[in-house]
């Protein structure tokens, strides 16, 4: 800490003091707003500043000079004592105030801690749900991969089954078709030898007609 921020504690501190009605030492953030300096700086200073202004006191606390207790004789040592007692009772206020300023910032000490704690905790959590949330994303984004890739092959399975039914239905139809211009051509020749043949019966069938007319006037 340099001279110029002590200085600047040191004179808010006397001036804080010096218009306070009731004789109280300042407080730790009266001097802090006052100085504008860091909250260390002003207890560092305060610290020393405060055990100056207690030896002040003490030195209030010391029996009345010879001469001055021979003058003043018992009024006299009646108002040092009420003087004495009210210094004791501002000491013992401000001495209650230090311990409540020293308790103040033991408590903020602490609470800051476990703030620090809880942000630390949070953190910490959201670190394992962020490692989590990946491990969770790269599973999906595997289990997305294989499914595409089963879904092509599947894809790819029945593009050539039904590439193999259309050329199976394709041969099957110029089988049918070949079949059927060969039967029809069998039966044409069917047609044509039924034809012959009956022909041939007609023309057996007149013939013997023929040969029994020729021998039934024999006969009779």
Same mark, same amino acid.
């Given at each position: 800490?340099?001279?110029?921020?002590?200085?600047?504690?040191?004179?808010?501190?006397?001036?804080?003091?010096?218009?306070?009605?009731?004789?109280?030492?300042?407080?730790?953030?009266?001097?802090?707003?006052?100085?504008?300096?860091?909250?260390?700086?002003?207890?560092?200073?305060?610290?020393?500043?405060?055990?100056?202004?207690?030896?002040?006191?003490?030195?209030?606390?010391?029996?009345?000079?010879?001469?001055?207790?021979?003058?003043?004789?018992?009024?006299?040592?009646?108002?040092?004592? /009420? *003087?004495?007692?009210? @210094?004791? $009772?501002?000491?013992? &206020? #401000? %001495?209650?105030?230090?311990?409540?300023?020293?308790? !103040?910032?033991?408590?903020?000490?602490?609470?800051?801690?476990?703030?620090?704690?809880?942000?630390?905790?949070?953190?910490?959590?959201?670190?394992?749900?962020?490692?989590?949330?990946?491990?969770?994303?790269?599973?999906?984004?595997?289990?997305?991969?294989?499914?595409?890739?089963?879904?092509?092959?599947?894809?790819?399975?029945? /593009? *050539?089954?039904?590439? @193999?039914? $259309?050329?199976?239905? &394709? #041969? %099957?139809?110029?089988?049918?078709?070949?079949?059927? !211009?060969?039967?029809?051509?069998?039966?044409?020749?069917?047609?044509?030898?039924?034809?012959?043949?009956?022909?041939?019966?007609?023309?057996?069938?007149?013939?013997?007609?023929?040969?029994?007319?020729?021998?039934?006037?024999?006969?009779?």
């Amino acid at each position: 800490m340099n001279k110029d921020i002590q200085d600047r504690i040191m004179s808010a501190a006397n001036e804080l003091f010096a218009q306070s009605t009731t004789g109280e030492l300042p407080s730790v953030e009266a001097v802090r707003q006052r100085s504008r300096a860091s909250m260390n700086y002003v207890v560092e200073v305060l610290r020393d500043w405060r055990q100056q202004q207690r030896q002040q006191v003490k030195v209030t606390r010391n029996p009345l000079p010879h001469a001055l207790q021979e003058a003043m004789q018992h009024m006299g040592q009646a108002v040092w004592d /009420t *003087a004495q007692g009210l @210094a004791n $009772e501002a000491l013992e &206020s #401000e %001495r209650a105030a230090f311990e409540l300023e020293k308790s !103040d910032i033991t408590r903020l000490s602490i609470e800051q801690s476990k703030a620090f704690d809880g942000i630390s905790a949070e953190l910490e959590q959201a670190k394992a749900k962020n490692t989590s949330l990946q491990t969770e994303l790269e599973a999906a984004s595997k289990t997305a991969a294989h499914a595409t890739q089963r879904l092509h092959m599947e894809l790819a399975q029945i /593009t *050539a089954h039904a590439q @193999a039914s $259309e050329q199976m239905h &394709s #041969e %099957r139809t110029r089988t049918a078709e070949t079949e059927r !211009d060969l039967a029809r051509h069998e039966a044409i020749e069917a047609r044509e030898v039924a034809a012959a043949l009956r022909g041939q019966v007609e023309a057996m069938t007149a013939h013997n007609t023929a040969l029994l007319e020729r021998i039934n006037p024999l006969s009779a």
